[in-house]
């Protein structure tokens, strides 16, 4: 069993940064890959980031790429997300995820991952 907890959301106007984290518990931390997706209202969950068990390698999506960053701390069993230039459209609920099965897969499918946060709030006003 992996508990995450995410942290660190709120509300910010456009071009502002946030940095959420996500603490892990249960499991060897260093021992999978994480994830960062975010689900919209009214749309599917979407894939943001995903980082390997070293932080050697990380994967974004398009849409995010260049003004966010995750990486991972396996000393304190924390990834995190550095949102810059945020912009409304980024308005969603945030959830990281482990891949405990796979710990150098940087998966961008819901299915990649069996662990879940219980998400956070990031509201971007115009």
């Known amino acids: 069993q992996v508990q995450l907890v995410e942290s660190g959301g709120g509300l910010v106007q456009a071009g502002a940064s946030l940095r959420l984290s996500c603490a892990a518990s249960?499991?060897?931390?260093?021992?999978?890959?994480m994830g960062w997706f975010r689900q919209a209202p009214g749309k599917e969950r979407e894939f943001v980031a995903a980082i390997n068990w070293s932080g050697g390698n990380t994967y974004y999506a398009y849409s995010v790429k260049g003004r966010f960053t995750i990486s991972r701390d396996n000393a304190k069993n924390t990834v995190y997300l550095q949102m810059n230039s945020l912009k409304p459209e980024d308005t969603a609920v945030y959830y990281c995820?482990?891949?405990?099965?796979?710990?150098?897969?940087?998966?961008?499918?819901?299915?990649?991952?069996?662990?879940w946060g219980q998400g956070i709030q990031v509201t971007v006003s115009s």
């Open positions: 249960g499991r060897t931390f260093s021992n999978y890959a």
């Open positions: 995820a482990a891949n405990t099965h796979h710990s150098d897969y940087l998966g961008d499918h819901i299915d990649d991952y069996d662990y």
